[in-house]
């Protein structure tokens, strides 16, 4: 089975500042989609940003963007200009081109300080 | 569109009682899945479903759970008996195939469960 690893439990960015939250996965797949959550308070997961495994381009929403390295099999996210409501929980999340189910991350809290 | 509905929102039961938690997936989405999240164990795959039909239950606990998928609408997650380790915030998902490929997972406000 895949495994998604975030070696980050905690992090912490100031408010305008950017904060880089790190996720590498295992795979022997070539092609697959691969997805960051955000968890607020309200515990409602809601999609950040996703990446498919075949497309070069890095994906980009607003302040938000991945830096995809497919060899390296990592998939960080960047959130740029950090407002307070970007504070939460943020889950990586791998899932097959052909398969079904999801594969989670553990998380990594995020606390923007004003 | 409505998005993923759940019900209850919150529960609370005691020790020994049958709960049964309801999920309503986007019309569409052909595959639908059950979360359970805890601060111990992060989020755990309980069981999903594609087309009604249960394809992988490795997840599910022990024998006291229990999911079924009627139809397309609707699905459910018993658990009888109910025990204090129960206790957690369980989440339905749903997704579809759009264009050759998955989109995400849309995720329900979950469950609360607390069970005394």
């Known amino acids: 089975a895949q495994t998604v690893t975030q070696s980050q439990p905690e992090m912490s960015v100031q408010e305008a500042e950017t904060v880089t939250l790190s996720c590498t996965y295992d795979?022997?797949?070539?092609?697959?989609?691969l997805f960051w959550y955000k968890q607020p308070p309200s515990r409602q997961m809601i999609l950040v940003i996703r990446?498919?495994?075949?497309?070069?381009q890095n994906a980009t929403e607003n302040r938000f963007s991945v830096n995809f390295q497919k060899a390296a099999k990592s998939f960080s996210l960047k959130i740029s200009d950090s407002q307070l409501g970007d504070a939460a929980m943020y889950f990586c999340a791998y899932r097959s081109y052909a398969g079904n189910q999801f594969y989670f991350g553990t998380g990594t809290s995020l606390t923007v300080i004003p | 569109d409505a998005g993923v509905i759940q019900s209850p929102r919150h529960e609370v039961t005691e020790m020994g009682q049958e709960v049964t938690l309801r999920c309503k997936p986007i019309s569409g989405h052909d595959y639908l899945f059950w979360y359970r999240q805890t601060m111990m164990r992060g989020l755990e795959l309980l069981i999903y479903?594609?087309?009604?039909?249960?394809?992988?239950d490795s997840g599910m606990p022990e024998d006291r759970f229990s999911a079924k998928m009627p139809n397309a609408s609707f699905s459910t997650l018993k658990i009888q008996p109910s025990e204090p380790r129960d206790s957690a915030v369980y989440f339905c998902?749903?997704?579809?195939?759009?264009?050759?490929?998955?989109?995400?997972?849309?995720f329900g406000q979950g469950t609360r469960l607390t069970v005394v």
């Open positions: 998902a749903s997704s579809s195939r759009r264009g050759g490929g998955f989109t995400e997972a849309f």
């Open positions: 479903f594609n087309n009604n039909v249960p394809i992988d």
């Open positions: 990446q498919e495994a075949y497309k070069q």
């Open positions: 795979t022997s797949e070539s092609d697959y989609y």
